[in-house]
Structure formats: C-alpha cells, structure tokens
C-alpha cells in the first residue's frame, strides 16, 4: 500500500513538473494605441465655397479630425447645399457623420434626415457617396414625396431622390396608374 502511495505521488509530481507553466516565460501583451484625435473643436461652423458662393455649410456641435486616417467624426450635425445662385437646395442633419475624405463618403448615423424639395428622407444609417451622389441606408428608410410615404429597407437613391430602389417595401399615398408599372 505503502508503494502504491509512492507510486502515486512520483507520478503526480512527473506530471505536475512536466506539464506546469514555465514561470520564467515572459508574457508580452500587446497594447493597442489609443486613436485620438488629432484636432477636436466644440460648436463649429465649416463653410465650402465655390468663388465667392457658399457651397456648403457645415455645422456641428463637436468635430473631431483624424489626420493618418483622414477622416472627420461630428456629432449633432447640420450640412446645408446650396446652389450657384446661394439658394439652399438639400439639407442634411445627423447625430453622428463620418466623413471618410479617401473614399468621399458621408455616412450618418442616429436620426439622419435629408431634407430637399423633391422629398424627406429619414433613416437611422446612410451612406452617401460624394462623387456619384448615389445615397444607401441598410435601414428602414422613409421617404416622403408630397403626400406619399415609401418605408423599406436597403434603400438606394441620388440626393434629388428620382431613382429609388428599396427591399421590403411599404407604401402610402396616391399612385397614378400610367406610373405604375408590374
């Protein structure tokens, strides 16, 4: 009995030596470089202009610049898009927008609203490309044109809201039968 303790214990420490951690290896533990901003200004107003005409005009109440990755993050933001003649033609508000300035996209996040003569456009996420002014929400978007309402999801447009494509989609409002097609 006496050996079978032994035995025992003789085993127990082999498989405890050759099986244990080393406590003399190092661990290296990565740490992550934290991305601040390089620029960050509270209540602002951005204005673009083309000549002596306002193109754009940008107000946020909190701009923060990424300069390595080239992007701007504005919270509470307003953008207004006139025309050549300094006339305002499109709006848009947003609670976050992430301007991407290598890929020239806007992409709002939380109570993004486009606001234009052609319609209301409402969605929790949009993306907008700046050079085609194509418009995708994977959402639920809203658009309302004059008294018609479209809900769906997968949303795509312009920003003049005349080619719209959506997935699952709800309607309310009148339809004229030659714009109707099967």
């Known amino acids: 009995m006496k050996h079978i303790f032994l035995l025992f214990i003789l085993i127990f420490n082999v498989l405890i030596f050759t099986t244990a951690c080393d406590l003399t290896e190092q661990r290296f533990y990565e740490v992550q470089q934290l991305d601040y901003a390089e620029e960050q200004i509270d209540q602002i107003e951005v204005l673009d202009y083309r000549g002596d005409i306002i193109e754009r005009s940008m107000i946020a109440d909190r701009l923060e610049r990424y300069y390595d990755d080239q992007k701007t993050i504005s919270y509470r ?15 848009m508000e947003a609670d976050t927008l992430i301007i991407e300035e290598k890929f020239n996209t806007y992409t709002g996040k939380g109570n993004v609203i486009i606001t234009r003569d052609e319609g209301i456009l409402m969605t929790e996420h949009l993306i907008w490309n700046q050079d085609s002014d194509q418009v995708f929400s994977p959402d639920l978007a809203t658009l309302i044109r004059e008294k018609n309402v479209l809900r769906g999801y997968e ?27 099967f």
Do not use: C, H, S, Y
Not at 161 to 179: N, P, S
């Open 77 to 91: 933001v307003t953008i207004r898009d006139f025309d050549i003649e300094g006339n305002l033609i499109m709006t």
């Open 155 to 181: 949303l795509q447009t312009n920003t003049e809201f005349t080619q719209i494509e959506m997935k699952r989609v709800t309607a309310e409002g009148v339809i004229d039968e030659e714009d109707f097609e």
